[in-house]
């Protein structure tokens, strides 16, 4: 149980504060149009994820069947949070666009929708850690999907209010939270390997 709550914590938050197309999106928005449209757009995974959601779960459905499979996706899961540790401990500059048009939201769900990483994210990773967990209880997998959609959102609605009153990001605070959450999933991934593993033995 324990698992899926910190799993859940740590990938929300890593989606939540990496630099990323929606992230850099919330700053924009924010410095342009102030924190209740940049709060606007930090909503839009609620909207965005349903149908990513729900394909990836019909995919997960058709395909995973057997502990080959679930070995398999448990590996390039493990491969794709290494990949975001990576990416969180190689923090780059986040680019900022000036003069967007409004419709706020929209943007942040048609942004989310093209960007690949939440679909690689719920068929190798989220979709099979809420099966795994509901094969045990609704509330391991309750304990994985809710705190991960809390950090996600809340921890990008906390960035819009934060800028919308300083008027920029500190870059060495973002940092220091990169290198944090990167070492986390560092493990997490470690975990997913070795659990892909055993499933393929």
């Known amino acids: 149980m ?3 709550l910190v799993t859940g914590i740590a990938l929300g938050l890593s989606s939540g ?11 924009s928005v924010t410095l342009n149009y102030g924190k209740q449209e940049g ?3 930090a909503l839009s995974p609620l909207i965005s994820d349903i149908p990513i ?3 990836s779960f019909f995919i997960i459905d058709t395909f995973a069947n057997s502990d080959v499979v679930y070995g398999i996706l448990a590996l390039v899961g493990g491969l794709f949070i290494g990949f975001l540790a990576v990416d969180s401990l190689r923090m780059k500059d986040i680019k900022v666009t000036t003069q967007l048009k409004t419709h706020s939201l929209k943007k942040g769900v048609i942004t989310n929708m093209l960007n690949p990483a939440p679909y690689i994210f719920w068929i190798t990773v989220g979709i099979p850690t809420v099966v795994k967990g509901y094969e045990q209880s609704l ?9 991960f959609y809390i ?47 055993i499933y393929l033995l």
């Open 53 to 55: 959601i729900i394909v």
């Open 139 to 147: 509330l391991h997998a309750l304990l994985f999907v809710i705190p």
């Open 39 to 41: 709060i606007k757009v």
């Open 151 to 197: 950090m996600l959102v809340g921890s990008k609605i906390l960035i819009a209010i934060l800028v919308a009153k300083t008027g920029h990001i500190n870059p060495k605070l973002m940092r220091y939270i990169n290198i944090v959450l990167g070492l986390v999933l560092l493990g997490l991934a470690g975990k997913f390997i070795y659990d892909g593993i």
């Open 17 to 27: 504060v990496s630099p990323g197309p929606l992230f850099a999106l919330v700053l």
């Open 2 to 4: 324990f698992f899926y």
